[in-house]
C-alpha cells in the first residue's frame, strides 16, 4: 500500500454516478436518496482504496449546477471531485489523463463505452462497473478469509493458555478499549 509520503503507483479514476445507475443496491439506494448512495460509494471506495493500496478519484458531475466553481476534497481518505458548471465527469477524467496517462498506471471505472474508448485513447485503461463491482467483492472475500485465520490461530493459541492468563489478557484488552 502506499504511504502518506510516496506517490501511489495506481490511480483508480470512479464515475461516480455512472457506478451509482450501475450497481443495483446503489441504484436502490439512489431512488430513496442520491447523498445516501454518494455516500455509500465513498465508504466503499474508501475500504478498497485502504485494502488495495490505489489511490482513488470519485468523481460526481455537477456541470448542470449553476454557478458552480467545483470542488476537491478528502473525504475518508479517498478523494472525491465534484467537477464545474459545464464541466462532465468524463471531461475531468480526460483532462487528468492528459496530464498523467503516460506517466501513471490509471484506472477508470466506467460503463459508458465511448468514454471506455477515449480512457484507452489516452493512455489509461479502463474497467467497467461490473468488473469493479467483482474486484470489490474479491477483496472482501479475502479479507474476510484474513479474519477467520488470524481468529483460528487465536483460538489455538488461547486454548493452550489457563484461565488466569486468559482472564488477564481479557482486562487489558478491556483497559484499551
Same mark, same amino acid.
Request: hydrophobic letters at 35%.
Given at each position: 500500500?502506499?504511504?502518506?509520503?510516496?506517490?501511489?503507483?495506481?490511480?483508480?479514476?470512479?464515475?461516480?454516478?455512472?457506478?451509482?445507475?450501475?450497481?443495483?443496491?446503489?441504484?436502490?439506494?439512489?431512488?430513496?436518496?442520491?447523498?445516501?448512495?454518494?455516500?455509500?460509494?465513498?465508504?466503499?471506495?474508501?475500504?478498497?482504496?485502504?485494502?488495495?493500496?490505489?489511490? *482513488?478519484?470519485?468523481?460526481?458531475?455537477?456541470?448542470? +449546477?449553476? !454557478?458552480?466553481? =467545483?470542488? #476537491?476534497?478528502?473525504?475518508? $481518505?479517498? &478523494?472525491?471531485?465534484?467537477?464545474?458548471?459545464?464541466?462532465?465527469?468524463?471531461?475531468?477524467?480526460?483532462?487528468?489523463?492528459?496530464?498523467?496517462?503516460?506517466?501513471?498506471?490509471?484506472?477508470?471505472? *466506467?460503463?459508458?463505452?465511448?468514454?471506455?474508448?477515449? +480512457?484507452? !485513447?489516452?493512455? =489509461?485503461? #479502463?474497467?467497467?462497473?461490473? $468488473?469493479? &463491482?467483482?474486484?470489490?467483492?474479491?477483496?472482501?472475500?479475502?479479507?474476510?478469509?484474513?479474519?477467520?485465520?488470524?481468529?483460528?490461530?487465536?483460538?489455538?493459541?488461547?486454548?493452550?493458555?489457563?484461565?488466569?492468563?486468559?482472564?488477564?489478557?481479557?482486562?487489558?484488552?478491556?483497559?484499551?478499549?
Amino acid at each position: 500500500m502506499a504511504g502518506k509520503d510516496r506517490k501511489p503507483k495506481e490511480y483508480l479514476f470512479v464515475d461516480g454516478y455512472n457506478i451509482i445507475n450501475s450497481w443495483e443496491n446503489l441504484r436502490e439506494l439512489s431512488n430513496i436518496s442520491l447523498e445516501v448512495a454518494r455516500e455509500e460509494l465513498i465508504d466503499i471506495m474508501s475500504e478498497y482504496q485502504h485494502y488495495s493500496g490505489i489511490k *482513488t478519484i470519485i468523481v460526481f458531475d455537477a456541470h448542470m +449546477v449553476k !454557478g458552480n466553481s =467545483g470542488k #476537491r476534497e478528502i473525504v475518508k $481518505e479517498v &478523494e472525491v471531485v465534484y467537477t464545474k458548471e459545464y464541466e462532465t465527469a468524463d471531461q475531468y477524467i480526460e483532462k487528468v489523463l492528459d496530464d498523467l496517462g503516460r506517466i501513471e498506471k490509471i484506472r477508470v471505472a *466506467t460503463s459508458d463505452w465511448m468514454e471506455q474508448q477515449i +480512457v484507452l !485513447g489516452r493512455g =489509461g485503461t #479502463r474497467i467497467s462497473a461490473r $468488473e469493479l &463491482e467483482l474486484e470489490i467483492k474479491g477483496y472482501k472475500r479475502m479479507i474476510r478469509q484474513k479474519r477467520k485465520i488470524e481468529n483460528e490461530k487465536n483460538d489455538i493459541l488461547l486454548g493452550k493458555l489457563d484461565e488466569e492468563t486468559i482472564e488477564k489478557l481479557n482486562k487489558l484488552i478491556k483497559k484499551k478499549e
